[in-house]
């Protein structure tokens, strides 16, 4: 599945919620979740980590879609070639 096409589905499932909740209040769940996959990470939960990870990216495409922004191009415009300073990939700033 592309990028673009999570964010579609998730549009799908969210959009009218999330929308009318709004930026701010949107983004209050997606701290939440982002803090869930902290704790996981901290307390060394593998097998909660899959489900976190999925909700994080789940509310980050939500929060790109209220905002009107095309995950994927975003993503693609700022890493295609590498890292944003130094071009390569590796990294080697």
Do not use: H, N
């Amino acid at each position: 599945m592309e990028i673009s096409e999570f964010q579609k589905l998730i549009e799908r499932i969210y959009y009218e919620k999330d929308s009318a909740r709004g930026m701010e209040g949107t983004f209050m769940w997606f701290a939440e979740e982002f803090g869930e996959l902290t704790r996981a990470l901290r307390r060394g939960q593998t097998d909660e980590l899959p489900g976190e990870f999925a909700d994080v990216f789940a509310w980050l495409a939500s929060l790109a879609s209220i905002a009107g922004i095309d995950l994927q191009e975003a993503v693609m415009q700022k890493y295609e070639k590498g890292c944003p300073r130094c071009f390569k990939a590796p990294c080697s700033c």
